[in-house]
């Protein structure tokens, strides 16, 4: 029992006796000072002007937008109910919905961001119809525009009246969905097909987040300070070996759940703390994982040995709870630990008000940080094409830093997760490309001599890898190019944004000698 004193006795006695958060009791219990507000204030002016906070008339234009999607998938449904002959007693009854997950669900999503979105319907509606006639129908709509399916994810892409949109699709074994369905319930998994498992995964993810967290107010103030922060600090990317959105959340949720009174200027404090000496790899939960005897496979390094190699793993709190973090690797979960301890110290001096909120979200020169780096361009021969690549491409590059990570005489692979268009070079040929940047750390090594390393296996393995995978998917075409040259600093700065790159064709030879 911990003994209060003063006024707030009964509101403080009162938090004791509800229910904990997460799977540890609260490290504190504190109520926040007035200092705690000031200070939160303080960082909701500092956040304005990054655009974090999206204005009243663009929400209400997104809630708009989403009701005539969700209009769109009633008529939908009951036309291809009609058409499939369902008795008209229950087509007088069938519905469908549209829900959201990821930012914008969360109430976090930043200006023109776009709302990740997933169509549930009821069990007589295929995949295929939603791929086709719904792909359809929305084609006739003048306010769709960019209208695409997606490379590699089954996903329906499109702008609505402005505002993008990523459509996935879950049928459920319901004869109709509900107005107030829950799905979070796990019994709405049963008999489901694994692709609708996956597509109701974001949405539970997020739905279970927001059941997760004392204070969703408190939860989202610190979660859009944190996702500027690693933005800035060229931490935020899931597909590189850093932490995605839900990640990040997880780990303010769990930050929340520790700290359940806490004001933002405090969390944000807390959150440096907590994971600046977290013991990796002890896993993130932001609940005791639950078997639903439904046979799906779940993170347990019990029982997946593969499970055991995840280095820093952040777990879904939904059934079937999965690592949201398999791509970290030895060099980003060093990088992040790292803007941790960076973060505290600031935030440390923001508390004593010996720094401003502004410090935080100074963006590091990425391209001052490192003494050699290792720049990819990824070129097509048409604007289609290249999106087509530079997706393939992006989403192996973090076998490259593996391939680095893996070398004798490095110690360190930094890929910059913000790309840049490439070098516009006079040619007969119109060409689209694009780089990314690496940052290298090599071992300090006895003695005055250089050290000449051999990086041709590592690259030449992974370029294979690439060329590989996009002729497997028949989506390779000739004129697409992967080439890598070493540069050092100074050659850097005076390269970008024009980086001059000497292309080579696919089967050359990548021989590049590094001196320390």
Known sequence: IIPFIGAGTQVQTAQLTRK??????????????????????????????????????ELQRRILVLGKLNTLVQVWIREISQAKN?????????????????????????KGADIDALCVAPRHLERSDFFSSFYEKLKEQEEVKDLRVGSFVPVIKLSFDGIEIDILFARLALQT??????????????????????????????????????????????????????????????????LGGVSWAMLVARTCQLYPNAVASTLVHKFFLVFSKWEWPNPVL????????????????????????????????AYPQQNSTYNVSTSTRAIMVEEF???????????????????????????????????LLASAQTEKQHLEWVGLVESKIRILVGNLEKNEFITLAHVNPQSFPGPKE??????????????????????????????????????????????????????MKITAMHVKRKQL???????????????ASVHLLFCK
């Open 493 to 507: 700065q005076q390269l970008l944004p024009k980086v001059a790159i000497q292309r080579s064709k696919r089967k």
């Open 177 to 242: 969905i509900p107005e107030n369905l829950d799905l979070r319930d796990d019994g709405l998994l049963k008999n489901l097909d694994i692709r609708c498992i996956r597509s109701l995964n974001g949405c539970r993810v997020t739905d279970e987040i927001l059941h997760l967290v004392p204070n969703i107010e408190n939860f989202r103030l610190t979660l859009r300070a944190i996702k500027l922060w690693a933005k800035r600090h060229n931490i935020y990317s899931n597909i590189l070996g850093f």
């Open 426 to 479: 006079e040619s007969e040929k119109e060409e689209f490309s694009t780089i990314w940047v690496i940052g290298v750390v090599f071992k300090k090594m006895e003695g005055p001599e250089n050290l000449n390393v051999d990086l041709t296996f590592d690259i030449q393995s992974f370029t294979d890898t690439v060329y590989r995978q996009a002729i497997t998917s028949k989506m390779f075409e000739a004129d």
């Open 286 to 317: 932001l609940k005791q994982p639950e078997d639903c005897n439904l046979n799906l496979p779940v993170w347990d390094p019990r029982v997946t040995p593969s499970d055991r190699y995840h280095l820093m793993p952040i777990i879904t709190p």
């Open 20 to 57: 904990h958060y997460g799977i540890t009791s609260p490290i504190s219990l504190a109520q926040p000072k007035e200092a705690d507000l000031v200070l939160t204030q303080k960082l909701i002016e500092t956040l304005r002007p990054f655009g974090v906070f999206e204005e009243e008339l």
């Open 86 to 110: 369902i008795p008209s007693s229950v087509i007088d009854n069938v519905c469908g919905k549209i829900f959201t997950f990821g930012s914008y669900r969360l109430g976090v999503h930043t």
């Open 341 to 375: 301890k960076r973060g505290l110290a600031i935030t440390d001096e923001i508390l004593l008000n010996k720094a401003e909120w502004s410090k935080l979200f100074e963006a590091p020169n990425f391209f001052q940080k490192y003494k050699h780096y290792i720049v």
